[in-house]
């Protein structure tokens, strides 16, 4: 059953305990009258008291810090209070009770915050980066999840929308009110504006996607069996995550070791031994799926005297126990370290034309959809003669921007959002 917006709901709002101080927030319509029911008479509006937590029997649960937020001024828009505890455990517990029993339930997660976008005082681009600070584990991600949480997705939205709205009012009032003589013809520079609304959308959307700096730059390592990837690949991840053997094939299937070095994080893929031709069933399933890898990596790593494939770093490894390095190849040795600074090096080098920089605007997958989609119809709607088109591909065009701030969202979109935030948020 979903969640009644009607509830009254709380949770711990600071981590679980036990803790020095548990932060419990308390919202919704009976959220005044409940915390009365512990607390007695409630402090004014945004000034901590102390008060003296009691059950329905009166026996003391705690002494706790109370504030209260009247609605729509608080942060979900609805009356709510903070209950400031001790952190132990049987304290959260008891105090929890006591708020059930009084007519409160738990919350879901991300309920308060859903609550908060449902009641105007955030928009979904800005949830979707509270989601995104919530699970950032680097600098980077932690900096473009803030923007966003902070509304430069939503201003620069909103500023779209509005020039988009102006053009659209100059065609619709031509389409509508055609026959009056006050209402002139859309202005000749109507086509240019639009072109370049559409061409600073798709500025935005050549800038490299925000999933980047979550999900990691994909390194795939690549080359013939027995090359010395898995060395390779345990050395850049600091541990023994692959099983290195002379024997050639050890490695059958893809393995992935996530790694943050220097607030870049990275996905490092190594793969099966690429051979020409196997009579080896499961060698062949590791084989095509490292071609699969080879392609979708965002750096592949070359490790064989073969030339590469065009845009990958060609590697020579095992270089302390080789002749000396001929030609355009990083020579390097897992074994001894030798040349891995200079790798990682070339790495970030690489990364850094990958990952969105902290001046650009970046979008979610979801949002580049939208954009690109009303990016589209834009640039229709620059070309159109048929004002009735221009006016159809607006409205398309707005319809799209809207979805991207939650205006025009869907309730099955929303769930997906939340279920990633934890209770207390």
Known sequence: MPPRASDTIFAVASGPPPAAIAVVRL???????????????????????????????GALLDRALLLVFPGPRSASGEDLVELHLHGGRAVVAAVSAALTAAGARLAEPGEFTRRALLNGRIDLAEAEGLGDLLMAETEAARRAALAAAEGVVSRRVRDWTARLVNASALVEAVLDFSDEGDVAAPPATLPVELAALGAEMAAVLAAPPVERLRDGVRVVLAGPPNAGKSTLFNALAGREAAI???????????????????????????????????????EAIGIARARAAAAQADILLWLDDMPPPPGALWLYPRADARPPVVGDRLALSARTGAGLDALWAALAERAAALLPRADQLALNARQRALVCEAADAIAAAATETDLILVAEQCRLARRALDAVTGAAGTEAMLDALFSRFCIGK
């Open 27 to 57: 919202s919704g319509a009976r959220a005044f009258v409940i915390a009365e029911h512990l607390a007695g008479p409630l402090p004014p509006p945004r000034r901590a008291s102390l008060r003296a937590l009691r059950d329905a029997a």
């Open 244 to 282: 290195v053997s002379p024997i050639a094939g050890t490695t059958r299937d893809r393995i992935e070791a996530p790694i943050v070095r220097d607030g870049i994080a990275y996905l490092l893929i190594d793969t099966a031994g690429l051979a020409e031709a196997t009579d080896d069933p499961i």
